[in-house]
């Protein structure tokens, strides 16, 4: 295997897996590490120093918004080995593929995707220099680099893919009269239901609370500001004498919400 050029001070191994049920089952959390540990004792003959691990965590998130990889950017140093598996596991955003990569090669850090290009690293230290054999590991490098900004640009697509097939999903469950996370919104109450293993929250109206989002919708459709609705509100349903305004603006602002009926006018209430 290609050896270092470099006196290697540490290594760190990264792991991600994006859903809650891969962390309760551990495998693919377990089968990263296995593949890491074992490219790291094939190639250094040293153990792996620390692993730096997400757990639960999106790949749609940037680096910085993750605990495991702020924690690894923090701590890394020259001479430092980061080895992960596939391009994935690390980012999905082109850009922000293409910003690590000076910015580790600067910092004098080495990284490997071991499942993609095995022990040609992506990144190297700047100031290392290569002749003969080396320069055509480097030549290898440059192409496995090349082939990461076009990778990393697929991934790109498919993560604003995944945001875009997640939304939708959320506004036909919606649309379905189902609650898609977050507070009970104003004119709804919770109940559930049972799918065999699987319960769902259903969103039932309250009637009285429907006849104040009503209001709410047919004073915006006048042009109406949220003060003024709220004094319509005050002043048309007993009760709600004290209907603050900034209520008002949270309910204009809710996304998802669906259709109101009033009497023969249909209130479009996504937005």
């Known amino acids: 295997m290609i050896q270092p050029r470099k006196q290697i001070n540490n290594i760190y191994g990264y792991v991600r897996v994006s859903s809650e049920q891969q962390v309760k089952d551990g495998s693919s959390l377990d089968e990263q590490k296995r593949i890491i540990e074992e490219f790291v004792q094939a190639k250094f003959n040293r153990?792996?120093?620390?692993?730096?691990?997400?757990?639960?965590?999106?790949?749609?998130?940037?680096?910085?918004?993750?605990?495991?990889?702020?924690?690894?950017?923090?701590?890394?140093?020259?001479?430092?080995?980061?080895?992960?598996?596939?391009?994935?596991?690390?980012?999905?955003?082109?850009?922000?593929?293409?910003?690590?990569?000076?910015?580790?090669?600067?910092?004098?850090?080495?990284?490997?995707?071991?499942?993609?290009?095995?022990?040609?690293?992506?990144?190297?230290?700047?100031?290392?220099?290569?002749?003969?054999?080396?320069?055509?590991?480097?030549?290898?490098?440059?192409?496995?680099?090349?082939?990461?900004?076009?990778?990393?640009?697929?991934?790109?697509?498919?993560?604003?893919?995944?945001?875009?097939?997640?939304?939708?999903?959320?506004?036909?469950?919606?649309?379905?009269?189902?609650?898609?996370?977050?507070?009970?919104?104003?004119?709804?109450?919770?109940?559930y239901e049972d799918h065999g293993a699987k319960r769902h929250t259903k969103l039932v109206p309250i009637p009285e609370e429907q006849e104040v989002l009503k209001t709410i919708y047919a004073c915006k459709s006048r042009g109406l500001g949220a003060r003024r609705i709220a004094k319509q509100v005050q002043n048309l349903h007993k009760g709600y004498e004290d209907f603050p305004y900034h209520k008002v603006h949270k309910i204009l602002n809710r996304k998802f919400q669906g259709l109101l009926d009033m009497e023969d006018q249909k209130y479009d209430t996504r937005h």
Request: charged share 30%; glycine share 8%; hydrophobic share 40%.
């Open 47 to 191: 153990p792996v120093d620390q692993f730096f691990i997400d757990a639960g965590v999106s790949g749609m998130k940037d680096l910085v918004d993750r605990p495991g990889s702020r924690d690894l950017t923090d701590i890394m140093d020259r001479h430092d080995v980061i080895v992960t598996t596939k391009l994935d596991r690390l980012a999905r955003s082109f850009v922000e593929m293409v910003n690590m990569i000076p910015m580790l090669e600067e910092t004098g850090i080495t990284l490997y995707f071991c499942e993609m290009f095995g022990d040609i690293p992506v990144v190297l230290p700047k100031e290392q220099e290569s002749t003969g054999l080396e320069a055509k590991l480097d030549m290898a490098r440059i192409n496995n680099r090349n082939l990461v900004a076009t990778l990393a640009q697929f991934a790109e697509f498919e993560r604003d893919m995944i945001k875009s097939r997640l939304a939708g999903g959320k506004i036909a469950w919606a649309e379905k009269g189902y609650s898609i996370g977050g507070h009970v919104p104003f004119g709804y109450k919770k109940e």
